[in-house]
């Protein structure tokens, strides 16, 4: 079964930190293009990043500078690092993949249940 599963949301202190995991069933994190997105309540999603090996990796500008994603082949594992967390951080994040080895041009078709992250002022 081809699934997603993230993991090591939490509530954090503004300022803090935490990191994301993803972790993919059924195939390998470098096969297409990955990245992360977040839905606040009442809001609608949000693209923070996306990497492949065909155009690199970008950021939207809400988190450029504070997160960062990598790839772990080694452990088959998607990561986001997220410093300097803010409240408007708050939301559930989510690991998606793409149908191609491009991140732009191109939406998520598969994504995992997400993990929410609180971040108090």
């Known amino acids: 079964q081809v699934q997603l599963v993230e993991s090591g949301g939490g509530l954090v202190q503004a300022g803090g930190s935490l990191r994301l995991s993803c972790v993919p069933s059924g195939f390998t994190v470098e096969r297409y293009a990955m990245g992360w997105f977040r839905q606040a309540p009442g809001a609608e999603r949000e693209d923070l990043t996306c990497?492949?090996?065909?155009?690199?990796?970008n950021y939207a500008e809400s988190v450029k500078g504070r997160f960062t994603i990598s790839i772990d082949s080694a452990k088959n594992t998607v990561y986001l690092q997220m410093n300097n967390l803010k409240p408007e951080d708050s939301a559930d994040y989510y690991c998606?993949?793409?149908?191609?080895?491009?991140?732009?041009?191109?939406?998520?078709?598969?994504w995992g249940q997400g993990t929410r992250v609180t971040v108090s002022s």
């Open positions: 998606g993949t793409k149908p191609s080895y491009y991140c732009t041009g191109y939406e998520y078709d598969l």
């Open positions: 990497t492949s090996k065909i155009d690199g990796t």
